[in-house]
């Protein structure tokens, strides 16, 4: 069974910096052939993509809205990938999830992709 927990969130003011961690486990489970993406979903609103890594590493890709603010990385030897967030906004308040897909190529920002969720951390920027 597939287990990812995220961590890292907080309260923070605009323009900090957060660093979420999503630590997977399992028998047998590594991100180096999952693809790992981060999602959020902020009250009365939809979850959206925030960033995701494929699962060799070769790519990332991020929403327009985090463009240049946040680096997605990932550490195969902890089976860890991670979300630098920098000059964060009031708007960026959501919970955040990670997701696996495995060996995911295509597609890697639409959630409808992904397999196993983390069940969120909480991440509030106060203006």
């Known amino acids: 069974q597939v287990q990812l927990v995220e961590s890292g969130g907080g309260l923070v003011q605009a323009g900090g910096s957060l660093r979420l961690a999503c630590a997977a486990s399992?028998?047998?489970?590594?991100?180096?052939?999952?693809?790992v993406g981060w999602f959020r979903q902020a009250p009365g609103k939809e979850r959206e993509s925030v960033a995701a890594i494929s699962w060799n590493g070769g790519s990332a890709a991020y929403a327009d809205s985090v463009k240049g603010r946040v680096t997605i990385s990932k550490d195969n030897a902890k089976n860890t990938v991670y979300l630098q967030m920098n000059s964060l906004k009031p708007e960026d308040t959501a919970v955040y999830y990670c997701a696996a897909g495995l060996l995911l190529s295509r597609n890697i920002m639409s959630r409808s992709e992904y397999n196993y969720w983390g069940q969120g951390t909480q991440v509030t920027v106060s203006s």
């Open positions: 399992g028998r047998s489970f590594s991100i180096s052939t999952y693809t």
